[in-house]
């Protein structure tokens, strides 16, 4: 069987991967992949479809016409942010193949349109000031503090864009920006008295709360993906106990000091 008979070749799988480990890297849960890869594998020609994903790695066996089977496995290492504007461009990509069957280039192309359209900057750290000013607030902390953490929240948005990239996983990362958060916050309770430290370390540790992470791990639990939640559960409580010790250890050094 030639490639040609296939719609946009043998290509466009491995395309396909590309797409669901964007999603999965993107904050979509397995469920949500495995449909969406399934659906456009059908769509391309396959009269079937296998498609495992679990957090670490993608898994897809397509059978074509004729009993020809093509298995195809991706390994994924980064273990992402959550971006929900990437995955919305993510699912109507899908649903566009879906309808109508892109070219393996033209898939390829508009794939990386997607992924190399940055954040904006000025969301980032507006959206990081006000969250964590208005969180302080939210849970029994004054106007202070609510405007310590946002200042704060800016060094964590920093953080979070040119520091996260280099460091060797997300346990890493949160330790060392909740440990030197947490000092900063030390050192400027230490000249404003009117700062609640407790207050001011709620409104910028909900920055970095793996929430989302820990929504989708149970959400894959109950629909019967049970790997992939216990997995994605497990990673975000080691996420949480390190941003837990971050703080706790910048509090400690803080006593001595």
Known sequence: MRDDTIVGGFDVFSYMLDIGEAMLTSGADVHTVEYQLARMGKAYGAYKMNVLVITAVIIVTVTLPGDVEKTISRRIADEGSTNFDRLEALSKLCDECCDDPLPALELRRRLDRIKGKPFPKPFLYIGGALSAGGFAVFFGGTLLDGVVSAIIALFVCVALRYFRPITPNTIVFNFVTALAAGLLICVVARF??????????????????????????????????????????????????????????????????
């Open 192 to 257: 404003v008295s009117d700062l609640s430290v407790d207050m001011a370390i709620i409104g910028v540790i909900m920055l970095l709360i793996p929430g989302v992470a820990m929504t989708n791990a149970t959400r894959d639990m109950l629909s019967g993906d049970t790997i992939s939640g216990v997995m994605r559960f497990i990673e975000s409580l080691l996420w949480a106990t390190s941003l837990a010790l971050g703080f706790m250890s910048a509090l400690w050094i803080a006593t001595f000091f």
